[in-house]
Nanobody, 125 residues
Framework: QVKVEESGGGSVLPGGSLRLSCAAS????????MAWFRRRPGAERERREG??????????LYADFVEGRFTASADYATHSLVLQMNNLKPEDSGIYYC????????????????WGQGTQVTVSA
C-alpha cells in the first residue's frame, strides 16, 4: 500500500508564491516517478492536468503553462517532492495533487495509480 500526502497550499495574491510538499510512504521501493497534477475550479471532477513529473533517473517534464514560474525537486531517498510556485496567477487556482507510480513518460493522469488527497491553492486579489 502506498500513502501520498501533500501540504503547503493556501491563499496568495496574484504574483505571490507558494511551496507545496509531497511525501510518499509505504510500498514505494520501486516507485520511480513522482508528479504534480491540478484540478482547476469548474473542471470535471476527474479532469486533472499535469503540472510536472520528475523521474528517479532525473528526467523531468513541465507543462507548457508553467512558463518557467514553477520549480520542482525530488528526493528519492525519502520519496519527497517539492513544488515551488512563483508569480502565481488566478488561473493557477485549484486543488493540487501529488501522484506516484513506478514509471512515467508523460503528464497523463491515467498513468498514475497512487494519489494524495490534494491541497487547495487559491490565487486571488
Amino acid at each position: 500500500q502506498v500513502k501520498v500526502e501533500e501540504s503547503g497550499g493556501g491563499s496568495v495574491l496574484p504574483g505571490g508564491s507558494l511551496r507545496l510538499s509531497c511525501a510518499a510512504s509505504g510500498d514505494i521501493s520501486r516507485k520511480e516517478c513522482m508528479a504534480w497534477f491540478r484540478r482547476r475550479p469548474g473542471a470535471e471532477r476527474e479532469r486533472r492536468e499535469g503540472v510536472v513529473y520528475i523521474r528517479e533517473d532525473g528526467d523531468k517534464l513541465y507543462a507548457d503553462f508553467v512558463e518557467g514560474r514553477f520549480t520542482a525537486s525530488a528526493d528519492y531517498a525519502t520519496h519527497s517532492l517539492v513544488l515551488q510556485m512563483n508569480n502565481l496567477k488566478p488561473e493557477d487556482s485549484g486543488i493540487y495533487y501529488c501522484a506516484v507510480d513506478w514509471w512515467c513518460s508523460s503528464l497523463d493522469a491515467a498513468d498514475f495509480d497512487h494519489w494524495g488527497q490534494g491541497t487547495q491553492v487559491t490565487v486571488s486579489a
